[in-house]
């Protein structure tokens, strides 16, 4: 990759980070006091585990494209997208998910998917806060993750 392909890149990726630490810091501001009886905050906080974690596919999705540019929208592509984040392709890049984000971002895939697909299901307050301690500690992984995958292309 040449360097102006290279901050490009770079350039895409940490405006994807920004967009990351808006949506953690929304999550972070609907969770202070959140109380099982608040039903409507509970949805609010469960809609914003749904953005951050559609915003971190995004970010993957970047790299994909960027080295692979090969994305299939299969029904299993969300969870094909994690696996091959988690994998270094010799000669193309290195890895960018370390396996704790991997476990993190798995557990967080299967939330959104909850969310999305459980039309008449209540959120359950516990489920909800397990999701939100992942989700807490997520961008902060991801940048962690970046780093070291920036740092081996070079």
Do not use: C
């Not at 559609?54 to 299969?74: C, P, Q, R, Y």
């Not at 988690?86 to 890895?95: C, I, L, T």
């Not at 516990?126 to 070291?148: F, H, S, W, Y």
């Amino acid at each position: 990759m040449d360097s102006s392909d290279r901050l490009i890149f770079v350039t895409d990726l940490q405006a994807q980070l920004g967009t990351l630490r808006r949506i953690q810091a929304r999550l972070g501001d609907r969770t202070v006091g959140l109380t099982a009886e608040d039903v409507v905050r509970m949805e609010s906080v469960a809609y914003q585990i749904h953005n951050l974690y559609g915003a971190i596919e995004d970010l993957l999705k970047l790299v994909a494209t960027h080295f692979e540019n090969n994305i299939a929208e299969s029904p299993r592509w969300h969870s094909a997208l994690l696996q091959r984040m988690m994998q270094a392709v010799p000669g193309v890049r290195p890895a960018v998910l370390s396996m704790e984000t991997f476990t993190a971002l798995n557990g967080l895939r299967g939330f959104r998917h909850f969310f999305r697909h459980a039309y008449e299901v209540p959120l359950s307050y516990e489920q909800l806060m397990a999701n939100v301690k992942l989700a807490e500690g997520i961008v902060p992984q991801l940048e962690q993750d970046i780093e070291t995958f920036l740092d081996g292309l070079e």
